[in-house]
């Protein structure tokens, strides 16, 4: 005899099949793009309250939607092109023609969000391009990016690194990270999680890319207001050594072997290597790993007639890593032209907009330094000097999704800023290497 819970495991397992069954049905009669276009109907947006423009608050609660749903898929589902990006691109364009001020600020933070939830979508479907081209908030994700694509692809040259900063900051806990590495070809998801967890401070992407063997010759690409002291081409040696107690990977620099010596300059950056001479007997016995590395520290911004040939001497004819942070082009931790007034400036402020003109002069400065940019790269091109990857870190490390964005956080790229450089960054890609096979997440043909 069949007991009471027998039976109604019997009925409820019925039910669940009636159920599924109900649900395949349903799920052949209508593709992920009907399902997106019914559930992702035009609505008010409380968050975008501020903004009074009934096609902008269509398209952000339209994205908000629709990009909730093609993060379930793994390469943002079959409509992600037709009816995703395009949203994105016209977006984009709105916001673009509007006065910078503290109203569209806000509206460019919420558009910040929805573009990087998509980062990890747009990487997957970049992979197979001829120049992949590859985004992520944290600089720390560059290394892995560049580690998985010499694994799969073989090396992929000098790396050219835009950066307001060096990120050669010494990197902790080295066997580990090349354990993982070593993992890459016959486990690669895994060790990309391992990575993943193991190269997480933004100041070490470099380090990390060395250490993996991914990176030999580095050219720092560094805006003026960083005061690098410039040279080309040096020699120095990375090594694992034992600091502090601890093993770690960094850069050491030996001026034993001639040549003009490498010290710090008065108000110049902090290099980021170590003097060989400063080193206990302890420490030198302790050096495992050692990488020889070829340095260049190059300010390439402001671009001057001297900067191209500079930058032709340091990186060979040929394909590069080109990694560009975007605190390049604006950064609030230097003399970069933008402070943000702080609340209680705000209100005493008292309706004189002294927050929206700086807004406006930023956003002058910014597309002033873009389009330098592009002019350099324009010209590495034709030097034939043209990239094998590239990555974008958006540098921009506070809280996107909340009204009250970054309170307690610290930032390099101005929140404010992070979604608008994002885009003209990918824009400027896609028009400098069109015909290069470069994968910049827009379409060259509706621009």
């Excluded at 409509?79 to 509007?98: K, N, S, T």
């Amino acid at each position: 005899m069949i007991d009471r819970r027998h039976m109604l495991s019997l009925a409820g397992a019925g039910l669940l099949n009636l159920t599924l069954s109900a649900c395949r049905s349903a799920a052949r009669r209508t593709t992920p793009a009907m399902q997106a276009a019914a559930l992702c109907k035009p609505l008010p947006t409380p968050v975008m309250a501020r903004v009074s423009h009934d096609g902008l608050l269509r398209l952000f609660h339209e994205l908000d939607c629709r990009t909730a749903s093609a993060m379930t898929q793994p390469h943002g589902g079959p409509g992600f092109q037709r009816h995703i990006e395009p949203r994105f691109r016209r977006l984009f364009r709105l916001l673009a023609e509007m006065p910078y001020e503290r109203r569209t600020a806000e509206a460019w933070r919420r558009f910040y969000g929805l573009t990087a939830r998509m980062h990890e979508v747009r990487n997957r479907r970049a992979q197979a391009a001829l120049i992949p081209v590859y985004a992520y908030n944290g600089h720390h994700h560059a290394a892995r990016l560049w580690l998985d694509e010499v694994a799969r692809r073989g090396t992929r040259g000098p790396l050219l690194h835009f950066d307001s900063h060096h990120d050669m900051r010494a990197l902790a806990d080295p066997a580990t990270i090349v354990a993982a590495v070593d993992q890459l070809r016959d486990n690669r998801a895994a060790a990309l999680q391992r990575l993943r967890r193991l190269v997480h401070d933004p100041a070490t992407p470099v380090s990390a890319g060395v250490l993996g063997g991914a990176i030999t010759k580095i050219v720092w690409a560094a805006p003026h207001w960083s005061k690098v002291q410039q040279f080309i081409k040096r020699n120095l040696v990375y090594a694992d050594i034992v600091n502090d107690g601890r093993r770690e990977y960094q850069m050491i620099y030996d001026g034993r072997g001639g040549g003009p010596p490498l010290l710090p300059a008065p108000g110049h950056h902090s290099p980021p290597w170590l003097d060989y001479t400063s080193l206990s007997a302890a420490q030198r016995a302790s050096m495992r790993r050692k990488r020889r590395v070829e340095l260049s520290f190059l300010q390439t911004y402001r671009r001057t007639p001297h900067t191209l040939g500079v930058l032709k001497e340091a990186i060979p004819a040929g394909r590069f890593i080109l990694d560009i942070d975007l605190d390049y082009i604006m950064t609030v931790d230097a003399d970069a032209g933008f402070k943000r007034p702080s609340s209680a400036e705000q209100v005493a402020d008292n309706g004189n907009f002294g927050y929206d003109n700086q807004l406006a002069r930023a956003r002058e400065r910014i597309d002033e330094r873009l389009n330098e940019l592009t002019q350099l790269l324009v010209d590495l091109r034709a030097a034939r000097r043209i990239p094998s990857m590239v990555t974008i870190a958006d540098s921009t490390y506070r809280p996107f999704d909340v009204v009250d964005a970054g309170v307690g956080f610290w930032e390099y790229m101005p929140y404010e800023f992070a979604a608008y450089v994002h885009w003209r960054v990918r824009e400027l890609l896609a028009v400098v290497y069109a015909k290069d096979g470069i994968a910049a997440g827009v379409d060259n043909r509706r621009r």
